[in-house]
């Protein structure tokens, strides 16, 4: 609970807490930044931590001159893209694994086959698409991975949303992160951000449920 309570206000207040991170450990701040996004996209069991949120007010920051804006291309493209490849490579590993019984009420061998099919015929879309949709970035990989969705194919793909998921944000914070409006409402900038990423989520859901 104090994990979920912590990534929550991370979540929300993640204008803070970058400022807190930039005053408490300098030039640091690089490397935490990397392993935040890596592991939100990295690890299957972190799909709350921030991800869009956190790459615009990075930009912002950068913005005001206290971050590299080239420097935090690099590195949260690079994190974005190992995260993606380990989650997908954990997913591969696992999948025998989860899905090694013939009779299981949910974890049925046909749902893996369907996987298989579906990003085989979907798959690069689907992970270009899931990159700017929160928890489905984080599930997407280690879906493909359980599917064994061919790695040369994912990985291209994999590069291509990574890059564009960290340069349309980072330069959405960037180049609108000092506009008198933007700077003075920041955390309720970032509550719209987070809100407007999940609206694709809802809507499905809606439509489901309708």
Not at 97 to 121: I, P
Request: with cysteine; charged share 15%; net charge positive.
């Amino acid at each position: 609970m104090n994990l979920i309570k912590g990534a929550w206000q991370l979540l929300i207040n993640v204008d803070f807490a970058v400022n807190a991170l930039l005053q408490a450990y300098g030039f640091w701040i690089y490397l935490i930044l990397f392993l935040i996004i890596f592991i939100e996209t990295g690890v299957v069991v972190f799909p709350f931590l921030p991800g869009d949120s956190l790459l615009f007010v990075s930009g912002t920051f950068a913005a005001a001159g206290t971050l590299n804006v080239y420097l935090l291309f690099i590195i949260l493209s690079f994190a974005a893209i190992l995260g993606d490849s380990i989650n997908y490579a954990i997913g591969r590993y696992l999948g025998p694994k989860v899905f090694y019984k013939e009779h299981g009420k949910f974890l049925k061998k046909e749902y893996l086959h369907k996987t298989q099919e579906f990003y085989e015929k979907h798959g690069g879309k689907t992970i270009i698409i899931a990159r700017f949709m929160p928890f489905i970035r984080t599930f997407a990989p280690f879906v493909a991975g359980i599917g064994r969705m061919q790695y040369s194919k994912f990985l291209a793909y994999n590069i291509v949303g990574a890059i564009l998921w960290v340069c349309l944000f980072v330069s959405a914070g960037y180049f609108f992160g000092n506009i008198p409006f933007v700077k003075n409402n920041l955390t309720a900038v970032v509550l719209v951000i987070i809100f407007l990423s999940l609206l694709p989520g809802i809507i499905e859901y809606l439509k489901r449920k309708l």
